[in-house]
């Protein structure tokens, strides 16, 4: 939210700078930069609404099944990580949490796309 305010004071600050001159180039495109909060590649939020079905395609067979009241908690062991998946019926997976001894974000992300790489590999 910080950063995205920032952004926009800069942006505002270049337009005023600019002067009165108005850009009539039809070929100039705004490109977002890539956030450097979150890391690139496939990561746990792809996850979120597939069917059990398509996440055992992904990831094969989970280590380990908890199931309360029609919810279920799948859990993949990851090299220093586990990957718990919870699922609803008729929604699908609603929370991905990936955890282990001090991981940071790109730990997480990293477990993650090992899972993937060892199913699909």
């Not at 009241?69 to 990580?81: E, S």
């Not at 990957?83 to 929604?91: G, Q, R, S």
Request: charged share 25%.
């Amino acid at each position: 939210m910080i950063r995205a305010a920032v952004i926009l004071l800069c942006l505002g600050l270049a337009a005023c700078a600019a002067g009165d001159t108005a850009s009539t180039d039809a070929d100039q495109v705004l490109v977002a930069a890539p956030s450097l909060d979150r890391p690139s590649g496939p990561g746990p939020d792809q996850l979120l609404h597939l069917a059990d079905a398509d996440v055992r395609r992904m990831l094969g067979e989970p280590e380990f099944v908890w199931v309360e009241a029609g919810a279920a908690m799948w859990r993949y062991r990851g090299q220093g990580c586990f990957v718990d998946i919870f699922l609803y019926p008729n929604e699908g997976v609603t929370f991905v949490d990936v955890h282990g001894d001090d991981l940071d974000d790109a730990a997480r992300q990293a477990c993650f796309r090992r899972l993937l790489e060892r199913q699909t590999g």
